[in-house]
C-alpha cells in the first residue's frame, strides 16, 4: 500500500502528558500538511510543509504544538502538556503540490486527553 | 476571510433515491472547490473538484456536482444511492492566490442510506 499512514491510529493519554504522532506521505510527494478534526465538525488545517521547510502555521498550532519534516519525508507532531482540549483527529494530507494536485488524506490519528 | 457552510448536519435517504448534498461557501474572492468523502475509520477520499472550465462536474461513484457562482453553492448530487454511500461528506474550498493551497472544510453532512 503506497498511501499516506498515521501512527498510531489511537491515542489515549493523561491531561499534562507529551504526545507525538508520526506521518508518512506518499514517497514522491513534497507537500504534506496536518489538520485537526474535532466531533461533528470538518477537517481544520494547522500546518504544511514544502519538503523539510515549514512554511505556514495556523493560529490554532499554539506553541505547545510543534511539527517537524526532517530530510523532507516524515513527519512528526507533538502536543506537549496536553489538555483536554486536544482530543481531536488528528489528520495527515500529501500532495504534489498546487491546487491541480489531489490532497491525498492518511487515516488520522484518534487523540483522547482523560 | 472564507468559509463553507453545509446546513445540513445528516441526511437520511432510502436506497436507489436521488440525493443532493448543499454545499454554500463564502469568499470574497475567486476559489477551487472540492468534495471529499469519508467512510468510517478510512481517511478522506476526494469525490470530484471545480478548478474552472465546465459547471457541471462528474467525479468518483457516480456522483456530480454543479458550480454556481451566483449562488455560490456547489451542491453534491447523485441520481441513486447506495448503501455503500453511507459515509461522511465534506465541502472544502482553497484559494487559488494562496500557494498553501491548505483546505477550508465545511462541517460535514452525515448521508444515511436506508434500505
Known amino acids: 500500500d503506497t498511501g499516506v499512514s498515521q501512527d498510531p491510529r489511537h491515542k489515549i493519554t493523561k491531561r499534562g502528558q507529551n504526545v507525538t504522532f508520526r506521518c508518512d506521505p506518499i514517497?514522491?510527494?513534497?507537500?504534506l500538511y496536518w489538520y485537526r478534526q474535532t466531533l461533528g465538525q470538518g477537517p481544520e488545517f494547522l500546518t504544511y510543509?514544502?519538503?523539510?521547510?515549514?512554511?505556514?502555521k495556523s493560529r490554532l498550532l499554539s506553541d505547545r504544538f510543534s511539527a517537524e519534516r526532517p530530510k523532507g519525508s516524515f513527519s512528526t507532531l507533538e502536543i506537549q502538556r496536553t489538555e483536554q482540549g486536544d482530543s481531536a483527529m488528528y489528520l495527515c494530507?500529501?500532495?504534489?503540490?498546487?491546487?491541480?494536485?489531489?490532497?491525498?488524506f492518511g487515516p488520522g490519528t484518534r487523540l483522547t486527553v482523560l | 476571510a472564507q468559509s463553507v457552510t453545509q446546513l445540513d448536519s445528516q441526511v437520511p435517504v432510502f436506497e436507489e433515491a436521488p440525493v443532493e448534498l448543499r454545499c454554500n461557501y463564502s469568499?470574497?474572492?475567486?476559489?477551487?472547490l472540492f468534495w471529499y468523502v469519508q467512510y468510517p475509520n478510512q481517511g478522506l477520499q476526494l469525490l470530484l473538484k471545480?478548478?474552472?472550465?465546465?459547471?457541471l462536474v462528474k467525479g468518483i461513484n457516480g456522483f456530480e456536482a454543479e458550480f454556481n457562482k451566483s449562488q455560490t453553492s456547489f451542491h453534491l448530487r447523485k441520481p441513486s444511492v447506495h448503501i455503500s454511500d453511507t459515509a461522511e461528506y465534506f465541502c472544502?474550498?482553497?484559494?487559488?492566490?494562496?500557494?498553501?493551497?491548505?483546505?477550508?472544510f465545511g462541517s460535514g453532512t452525515r448521508l444515511l442510506v436506508r434500505p
Open positions: 469568499s470574497s474572492v475567486s476559489v477551487y
Open positions: 510543509f514544502q519538503n523539510e521547510a515549514q512554511l505556514e
Open positions: 494530507a500529501s500532495s504534489l503540490g498546487g491546487p491541480n494536485n489531489e490532497q491525498f
Open positions: 472544502a474550498v482553497t484559494l487559488p492566490m494562496d500557494s498553501s493551497y491548505k483546505l477550508i
Open positions: 471545480y478548478l474552472s472550465g465546465s459547471t
Open positions: 514517497s514522491e510527494h513534497n507537500r
